[in-house]
C-alpha cells in the first residue's frame, strides 16, 4: 500500500517538474497565490523570491524527498511490510511558506499535516493553501497539539539545518514520538559542496574535527517564533547518520549535488 501511494506521489511530481522544465513555471502552477517577495526570502535564500524558482525549486526538493522515500521502501524486505492506511496521514515539519507544501498530495489522497514555529509563515500558508491540517510549536518539542503516533510519513526540508545541534535530538525523539510504528521520516542536511561554499577554512577544519559546526544561530531574545535571520547547521554525513540513529533505522541517503542531502529513517 505504502508503494502505492509513493509511487502515484512521485509520478505525480515527475509530471509536474517536467511542466515545470517545458513552460512557465508561473503559468502553469494555477491561480494559487504565492507569497510576497519580502516574506519568502525572510525564510528561503533570495533566489528563491524569483516566482518561477519558487515554484520549480519546491516541486523539484519534494520529488527528491518522496523519490528517496521510494527507494528506502523498495529496499526493505517484504517481511517487515505493516499494514498502511489508504489514505495516509503525511507531515511537513517546518513548512515555512509552502515552497514544498503546496506540491503535497491533495486531501483525496492524505491528510496532509503541516507545522512551524513561524506564526506569520503557518498563517501565510493557512490562508492561502487550504486543504491542510496546520500546528504551531515552539522552537523546543512537543508538538502539543498533535497526537503520538499519529503520522504515517514526516519530511523536512532545510529544518535539520537550521535547529541547533543542541536540540537536533530533542526533535528527533519528538519525530517519534508522533510517527506509527514503522512510520518513515525523511531529513535533508546541507550536501557537502553547500558546506565547502559556505564555511571559511578555519571552519572547514573546525567541521572535520567536531564533526559539526553551527553558523550565526541568532533567535530574537526570548522569542519562540522563530529566528530573526537564519543560522546553519554543518554536519558531516558521520556526524549526521550517528545523531539520527540514536532514534531511527537508518534507511537510505540521496546525494544531490549542489543541493541538501535526503536521508530517509524509519521508525523502530
Ligand atoms: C529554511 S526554512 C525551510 C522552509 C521549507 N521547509 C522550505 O524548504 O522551503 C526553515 C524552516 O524551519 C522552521 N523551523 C521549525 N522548527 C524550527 C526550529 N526548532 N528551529 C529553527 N527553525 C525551525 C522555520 O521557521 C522555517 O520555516
Known sequence: MIRRFLDRWRHDLRVKVATFDAT?????DGARPRPPPDHIRRVNSAEKAVPSVFLHSGATDLLAIVAALADAVESRS?????????????????????????????????????????????????????GVEYHHHSRL??????????????????????IPLEHQLAWLREMERVLRPGGWL????LGREQQEALLDAEQRASLSVDGAIQIHPEWAPGSSEG???????????????????????????????GRQDVLVVRRR
Open 141 to 162: 518539542p512537543p508538538i502539543a497539539s498533535l497526537p503520538a503516533m499519529s503520522i504515517n510519513i514526516i519530511y523536512a526540508h532545510s529544518v535539520f539545518t537550521h
Open 227 to 257: 529566528p530573526v535571520a537564519y543560522g546553519a547547521v554543518c554536519q558531516t554525513i558521520a556526524h549526521q547518520e550517528t545523531t539520527v540513529a540514536t532514534v531511527f533505522a537508518l534507511g537510505v541517503r540521496r546525494v544531490r549535488h
Open 24 to 28: 512557465d513555471p508561473v503559468g502553469a
Open 78 to 130: 517484504e517481511g517487515e511490510a505493516l499494514p498502511f492506511p489508504a489514505r495516509p496521514t503525511v507531515m511537513e515539519l517546518g513548512c515555512g511558506v509552502g515552497r514544498l507544501l503546496r506540491h503535497a498530495p491533495t486531501p483525496a489522497l492524505a491528510r496532509v499535516v503541516a507545522t512551524d514555529v513561524n506564526v506569520e509563515s503557518l498563517e501565510w500558508c493557512r490562508t492561502n493553501l487550504p
Open 186 to 189: 525523511a531529513v535533508t542536511f
